[in-house]
């Protein structure tokens, strides 16, 4: 049974407790400011540097928070986003209105955006606005096979390895590697040792950045020049 709680972390934007596997959905130390960190900085916007078009898969959608900062940061460019999303444990209407994002910078005045990414339909590509589609899956992580090349920018966002490890495999990694477009990019808050060898036995390369407040290194990852 799904028990979770809604937490106020270190910047003041809101995160969940999962009391079942003892994870938090975003670090104490600052939600928005971990996602801007981990996806934006170092995901979205090297990622834009090397597509035109973005096309991102995140693992986990979860609060939706990656979600909205990826949109509020295309919002203002030029810059069209398909943005698919795999979650098999959906927020519930009170669990989504007891978080505060858009009450919070740079996310304020986002809360019609927040809850229509919230309620659209699932399955198939819903558009938010000119610039941005969302597909949310309700597929288990082991079960969903990219389609080839369909992606360049991953969001690996699952609770923690030590809770979690058999979501952090080299088979999983194999799959989203094909599913990546050449120079694709995968990103992740996860800097261990485990997830660095399995995401180069899939393929990658792969470098340590500095991480987000509370933690010293995240990982990034690339498809590069594949045979
Ligand atoms: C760290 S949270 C994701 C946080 C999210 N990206 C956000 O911005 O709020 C991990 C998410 O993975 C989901 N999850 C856990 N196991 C899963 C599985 N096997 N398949 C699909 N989703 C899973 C959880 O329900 C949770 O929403």
Request: aromatic share 12%.
């Amino acid at each position: 049974m799904i028990k979770r709680k809604t937490i106020v972390t270190a910047d003041g934007s809101t995160t969940l407790f999962d009391s079942v596997s003892g994870e938090h959905y975003h670090s104490m130390n600052g939600a928005i400011t971990e996602s801007m960190h981990v996806f934006i900085e170092n995901g979205l916007k090297p990622a834009m540097l090397r597509h035109q078009k973005l096309k991102v898969l995140e693992y986990g959608f979860g609060t939706g928070l990656n979600t909205l900062l990826t949109f509020q940061h295309l919002q203002k460019l030029d810059v069209l986003c398909e943005y698919t999303t795999l979650e098999v444990f959906p927020l519930n209407e009170y669990e989504i209105r007891q978080l505060n994002f858009w009450q919070t910078e740079p996310l304020s005045d986002l809360e019609t955006i927040f809850l229509r990414m919230h309620d659209c339909d699932w399955n198939s590509f819903v558009q938010i606005d000119t610039h941005f589609s969302i597909r949310k899956l309700p597929v288990d992580f082991r079960n969903y096979n990219p389609a080839l090349l369909a992606y360049n920018l991953v969001y690996f966002d699952a609770f923690s390895p030590s809770s979690q490890a058999e979501l952090w495999t080299t088979s999983i990694f194999e799959k989203i590697y094909k599913g990546l477009e050449n120079k694709g990019i995968l990103v992740t808050y996860s800097a261990s040792g485990l997830v660095k060898r399995a995401l180069r036995e899939a393929g990658f390369r792969v470098k340590r950045l500095p991480g987000p407040p509370g933690k010293r290194h995240m990982l990034f990852a690339t498809k590069e020049n594949p045979i």
